[in-house]
T-cell receptor
Framework: EAQVTQNPRYLITVTGKKLTVTCSQNMNHEYMSWYRQDPGLGLRQIYYSMNVEVTDKGDVPEGYKVSRKEKRNFPLILESPSPNQTSLYFC?????????????FGPGTRLTVL | AQSVTQLGSHVSVSEGALVLLRCNYS??????LFWYVQYPNQGLQLLLK??????LVKGINGFEAEFKKSETSFHLTKPSAHMSDAAEYFCAVKSSYGKLTFGQGTILTVHP
């Protein structure tokens, strides 16, 4: 089954404790992206990747890091999480970044930083 | 810069009634527009997309949307609401490097 998977689905942590949220897709997609969803703000892009070893900042990159060493994986790293990073996070992928191409979303990771 | 505005953070309809969710966009280039639906505790699922081929776009689950350039709108409609349509709906515009810019979302409630 074609899908985007994320782990963990739920995470509660404390300020400053480094964490990684994994994202994997099995569709051989070139383009991958991370978004965060906050009430009343919709989804906002954190980082994106056009292909392996090619990443760039989105609209809200502060406090986050990413890497793209393999085509299928695009982990999101919070090196020193803070309470304002409490949010619902979505990974997405598409075959290309072309504007007509559909982005497929993972199930989401709900992160709480205490 | 591109942006999307969804009018109404909450919409409530009766089962069987018309569903109308409003979306207006701002874009300096021809827009590519998407509607996604999010059911509770799930990810986003594509309902339909406008990619300049036809102004009236039909999607899944009986939804459709009409692109109106003169009104900069891409409203989502469904003739008859079903209880299973209760969800949050997002309108989005896509940039040339793949970024989706989302509206604030509209929560649809369907009453029996």
């Amino acid at each position: 089954e074609a899908q985007v998977t994320q782990n963990p689905r739920y995470l509660i942590t404390v300020t400053g404790k480094k964490l990684t949220v994994t994202c994997s897709q099995n569709m051989n997609h070139e383009y991958m992206s991370w978004y965060r969803q906050d009430p009343g703000l919709g989804l906002r892009q954190i980082y994106y990747s056009m292909n392996v070893e090619v990443t760039d900042k989105g609209d809200v990159p502060e406090g986050y890091k990413v890497s793209r060493k393999e085509k299928r994986n695009f982990p999101l790293i919070l090196e020193s999480p803070s309470p304002n990073q409490t949010s619902l996070y979505f990974c997405a992928s598409s075959g290309t970044p072309d504007r007509t191409d559909t982005q497929y979303f993972g199930p989401g990771t709900r992160l709480t930083v205490l | 810069a591109q942006s999307v505005t969804q009018l109404g953070s909450h919409v409530s309809v009766s089962e069987g009634a018309l569903v109308l969710l409003r979306c207006n966009y701002s874009s300096s280039v021809p827009p590519y527009l998407f509607w996604y639906v999010q059911y509770p505790n799930q990810g986003l699922q594509l309902l339909l997309k406008y990619t300049s081929a036809a102004t009236l776009v039909k999607g899944i689950n009986g939804f459709e949307a009409e692109f109106k350039k003169s009104e900069t709108s891409f409203h989502l409609t469904k003739p008859s609401a079903h209880m299973s349509d209760a969800a949050e709906y997002f309108c989005a515009v896509k940039s040339s490097y793949g970024k989706l810019t989302f509206g604030q979302g509209t929560i649809l409630t369907v009453h029996p």
